[in-house]
Structures are given as C-alpha cells and as structure tokens.
C-alpha cells in the first residue's frame, strides 16, 4: 500500500525566500507524481506533473524533481511570493493517485 | 481544455436524506473517474475509482452501499451519498484521468472544484 509522507507540515517564510518541499513515497512504482496546491476551502490546482521517466520538470518559479528508485520528489519555490501560501500537495500515481499529508505554506510580506 | 466540473458547489442536507453529486469532463471523454473526500486539516482520501460502463472499485473502508458511483457516460460519474448522517459532512472532489493529454502527458489526473456538503 503506497504511503506518502511530506516535510515540513508547515512553513512561514518572509518572501523573497527560496523554498524546499520535500516528499517521499513507499511504492516506487509509479507512472507519474504530480504537485498540486490547494488553497483553504478550494479545490486543486496542478502545478506539475513528472512522468516516470523523467527527472524534473520546470514552471516559472517552480522546479519538481523526481528520483523513483528511491522515492523521493522535491517541490522548489523560486523568490517566494505571499501569493504562494497555500498547502502543497504531493501525489504519485500508480493507477491510482495517493496524496501526501501537505505542506502548509505561509509566506508573509 | 481539461475542464472537470461538479455540481453542485454546496450542498446542506438533513439527516437521514440522500444526496447526489455530479462530476463533468467538460470538453474531453474520460474512461476513469475518481472520487476523493477530505476533512478539515487533512489530505485528501482516495474512496472510490470509476470506470465507465462498470462497477466502481471501492477502498478499503469505504461503504459501497452508502456510496453509491454511477459512471454511466464518458463524461459523467455521479456519487450519491445515501442515508446522510452528520459524520458524511465532508469535502467531495472528483477527478477525471485521461491516458494521454494535450500536453502529451500519460496519466494526467484534472480534478474538479469540490463539493462541500453538510449534514445536519
């Protein structure tokens, strides 16, 4: 049974800073992991996908590796922004997307 | 592209009563549907996978009975909540899974806006 653990559960950072938001995942065999951001009370946004057999993909400010063999991907945030507190949600999928327990982020002025 | 819609947004019911929630892929077909429930400070929890024209694969811990899936077209899956008891008060989400995107991407999983429901 895939389990999914993230870290740090919360963040509070000033902005401008760069961030790193770790995850990591018992059963490595997946298809893809996605990153997702949720803001409370809404519905998901994606902001990443890495298929399985890649090992990082970019999107503005934000690059998420992926190192399957030994389940592990990293969600990096670039210049930090108070625009980007949220919560961070890391999902592998095998079949099914199994979520982690989040990152709550808060970035203040 | 890569729209999924639910409907409705909100819902506040009474104990005892059923209610049905409607998951859309706009503008694409998807074979696989997902349904996902998330309480307050947590992680969303896997409850059901939908594949259409079959019977929905429940997880372990989920009532089959008390959540019904239908999944009867491409593009729509509904869950309905049965005999609603106050504990069901939760955060619905579905999501639609398509084998290869726009993006030429596999697997890639768009997730409608939620349902809250509330039961009182």
């Known amino acids: 049974k895939q389990e999914v653990t993230q870290i740090p559960a919360a963040l509070s950072v000033p902005e401008g800073e760069n961030l790193v938001l770790n995850c990591s995942f018992t059963?490595?065999?997946?298809?893809?992991l996605q990153w997702f951001r949720q803001d409370p009370g809404k519905g998901l946004t994606s902001l990443l996908l890495?298929?399985?057999?890649?090992r990082e993909q970019t999107s503005g400010r934000l690059n998420a590796s992926l190192d399957k063999s030994s389940g592990r991907s990293t969600l990096y945030i670039a210049a930090s922004q108070p625009g980007d507190s949220a919560t961070y949600l890391c999902a592998p999928d095998a079949d099914k997307l199994i979520f982690g327990t989040g990152t709550r982020l808060q970035v203040f002025p | 592209g890569a729209v999924v819609s639910q409907h409705p947004s909100w819902v506040i019911c009474k104990s005892g009563t059923s209610v049905k929630i409607e998951c859309r892929s706009l503008d694409f077909q998807a074979t696989t549907m997902f349904w996902y429930r998330q309480f307050p400070k947590q992680s969303l929890m896997l409850m059901a996978t939908?594949?259409?024209?079959?019977?929905?694969?429940?997880e372990q811990g989920v009532e089959k009975d008390k959540f019904l899936i239908n999944h009867a077209s491409l593009t729509l899956s509904t869950l309905t909540v049965t005999s609603a008891h106050p504990e069901d008060s939760s955060f619905y989400i579905c999501?639609?899974?398509?084998?290869?995107?726009?993006?030429?991407?596999?697997?890639?999983?768009?997730f409608g806006p939620g349902t809250r429901l509330t039961v009182t």
């Open positions: 939908s594949n259409e024209g079959s019977k929905a694969t429940y």
């Open positions: 999501s639609a899974r398509v084998s290869m995107s726009l993006s030429g991407r596999f697997n890639e999983q768009y």
């Open positions: 890495i298929q399985s057999s890649q």
């Open positions: 059963d490595s065999a997946i298809y893809n």
